[in-house]
């Protein structure tokens, strides 16, 4: 790429001034140097422009729309924010499409019912789809207020997610799946064909693929949800009927090639386990700091959930070789590491995971995929 640091309105206009004759006054205020000030500036700011159309040329300084103009050319676009899908409970039969809010203050939404879920005296279960697209809709349960006028209602609970509330793709995540399509072309059903497609799909952040998991023809394919934790029922859903959808009047997926998987695949869409990690260390402190362990509890807290994001955002990538394996690790270095950027913080020691020290490998087969999640954190002076 060219550098174009350099072209400042100074510079362009030293390079101006020296392509003047030296019978001309060149100094502070002339009428030559007051003529090239403006056209240094004008070319500066042409040079920056510059800077931009150069990194919107390439994928890997591209962002937004430039971003997805790119992808286009491999036929990957960017996910859309999708809307939350929840249970709502109520007292009375309600019409579809009555609307309710939230009672949250500020971040309350709008939920929109949609078909009878399940009923019973007293008790009717209703979708409800959340009218702002996002993860606006995931964080609210309990009560709601019907702005529909429904007669004889003196119950509407917004229950237990559906399917999650997701924002719109981001950039990083974008050209991930960009220059992913490099590695393995995608083609008649191979792993790359599998991932490719799941990940495409609007709510999914990630997915081990396990060929042949029970003998030829099979393959399982476990997901995560875009916040990369175990996706809710009606996500795994959405992803079969894509995929390998089942036989009218059945509950297991057809080999049969209704969905994207090729003919005589039977496919199976999962999900991972939440593994909980109840962590202790003892921190020492410098020796400046009167405070006790205490009030760093949140920012050690913070600093260990980070390193659990970035151990889940390598969930999905496989050991490239003959066999399929997938490796998710854990290590107490690494929490360490990230404990000790807290200024004043000097040593950590005594680390364990879950009452054992050293690393923690999760599970990650066909029969159980595993990923971390943050319980409790326990410090203690060193």
Not at 215 to 222: A, D
Request: aromatic share 8%; net charge negative.
């Amino acid at each position: 790429m060219i550098d174009f640091e350099g072209y400042t309105q100074k510079a362009i206009q030293t390079q101006l001034l020296g392509q003047v004759s030296d019978k001309i006054d060149r100094r502070q205020g002339s009428i030559i140097q007051t003529a090239l000030g403006p056209v240094a500036w004008y070319l500066e700011g042409l040079y920056m422009l510059l800077v931009q159309v150069q990194e919107n040329a390439y994928a890997g300084t591209a962002v937004g729309e430039f971003l997805d103009y790119i992808s286009a050319e491999r036929n990957i676009t960017r996910k859309a924010a999708t809307s939350a899908l929840r249970k709502g409970m109520f007292d009375v039969e309600i019409p579809q499409g009555a609307l309710f809010k939230t009672i949250n203050g500020a971040a309350s939404v709008i939920f929109e019912s949609g078909k009878l879920i399940s009923s019973e005296k007293g008790k009717y279960i209703y979708e409800m789809a959340c009218n702002t697209p996002g993860t606006a809709g995931n964080a609210y349960t309990g009560n709601m207020l019907p702005i529909t006028a429904i007669a004889g209602l003196t119950s509407a609970v917004l229950g237990e997610i559906i399917t999650s509330g997701t924002d719109e793709e981001d950039d990083d995540s974008l050209r991930a799946r960009f220059f992913e399509s490099f590695d393995v072309a995608s083609f008649g059903g191979n792993i790359a064909a599998y991932r490719n497609t799941i990940l495409a799909i609007e709510g999914v952040g990630a997915v081990q693929v396990y060929p042949a998991w029970k003998g030829g023809g099979t393959v399982l394919c476990s997901i995560l949800d875009s916040q990369l934790t175990p996706a809710e029922s009606g996500l795994i859903a959405q992803v079969q009927n894509v995929i390998c959808p089942p036989e009218s009047g059945q509950s297991g997926p057809s080999g049969n090639g209704y969905g994207m998987a090729p003919i005589g695949a039977a496919v199976t869409i999962t999900t991972a386990t939440n593994l909980t990690l109840n962590i202790s260390a003892a921190v020492q402190l410098a020796a400046t700091v009167r405070t006790g362990i205490e009030a760093y509890q949140d920012q050690i807290e913070q600093k260990i959930q980070g390193y659990l994001a970035s151990v889940c955002r390598t969930w999905g990538n496989a050991i490239k070789g003959q066999k399929i394996e997938y490796v998710v690790a854990v290590y107490a270095s690494r929490i360490v590491a990230s404990i000790l950027e807290i200024p004043n913080i000097v040593n950590v020691t005594d680390v364990s995971i879950n009452g054992s020290s050293g690393d923690l490998i999760l599970t990650e087969t066909a029969e159980l995929q595993q990923i971390p999640s943050l319980g409790e954190v326990t410090i203690h002076g060193d």
